[in-house]
């Protein structure tokens, strides 16, 4: 069965570095998204993309964060310059249609910790 | 804005008995969709089942359903006949007019043999 695909499962980084969450999305889905979750709290959504540009961003999503789809089967999310309290579990999705509709498929998670 | 509480942050059954995990929200909309996803431990977030707000009749899934209040906001799951599979972090979820979906904080459900 398909299913979304992201590495790393878990990055240590230092405050203040850059780091690339990659993510695999399931090929025939239209739709992707970050959402991401820190300890103990609420899955929160961070930006949703299709047709290669944004659809819709939270406010968490700020000038630190972008997104890509850099070869037609990745789908990155960058954060500039980490602070501690980006420290949290980030998670890929994809989905033939928009959310609020369709089915999310999610992929396991990339675990951030920000020292 | 919309909100999804989920009120009960544990919950454990015996394996075989029936469970019932709690979800309440808030919106202005009328036209959404209602989710619950499943989280087993270390694995990615599988969705259970999905309830559309014009419809009434409750969604069912073999041994999950849904007990659907609208007016109520209301979104219960219902899991029957409790497997050792079913532990797992369960998350409600709202998907309205603005094309994400709205998580609860999840309940962490236990299965005792």
């Known amino acids: 069965e398909p299913e979304v695909t992201q590495t790393p499962s878990h990055q240590v980084t230092q405050m203040g570095q850059e780091v690339i969450l990659r993510c695999v999305p399931i090929s025939n889905h239209l739709y992707f998204y970050w959402y991401r979750q820190i300890l103990g709290q609420k899955v929160e959504f961070l930006v949703s993309?299709?047709?290669?540009?944004?659809?819709?961003k939270s406010e968490i999503f700020d000038d630190q964060f972008s997104v890509e789809r850099p070869d037609g089967s990745n789908f990155t999310l960058k954060i500039r310059s980490t602070k501690l309290e980006d420290s949290a579990m980030y998670f890929c999705?994809?989905?033939?249609?928009?959310?609020?509709?369709?089915?999310?498929?999610f992929g396991e998670g990339s675990r951030l910790t920000v020292l | 804005a919309q909100t999804v509480t989920q009120s009960q942050p544990e919950m454990s059954v015996q394996e075989a008995e029936t469970v019932t995990l709690s979800c309440t929200y808030d919106t202005s909309e009328s036209d959404y969709y209602l989710f619950w996803y499943k989280q087993p431990p270390s694995r990615q977030m599988i969705l259970v089942i999905r309830q559309e707000a014009y419809k009434q009749q409750n969604a069912t899934e073999n041994r999950f359903s849904v007990n659907f209040q609208k007016a109520a906001k209301s979104f219960s799951l219902k899991i029957s006949d409790s497997q050792l599979g079913d532990a797992a972090m369960y998350f409600c979820?709202?998907?309205?007019?603005?094309?994400?979906?709205?998580f609860g904080k999840g309940t962490k459900l236990s299965v005792k043999p």
């Open positions: 993309f299709y047709n290669n540009e944004i659809s819709e």
């Open positions: 999705a994809s989905s033939e249609w928009r959310t609020n509709t369709g089915e999310l498929f």
């Open positions: 979820a709202y998907g309205g007019s603005q094309g994400n979906l709205i």
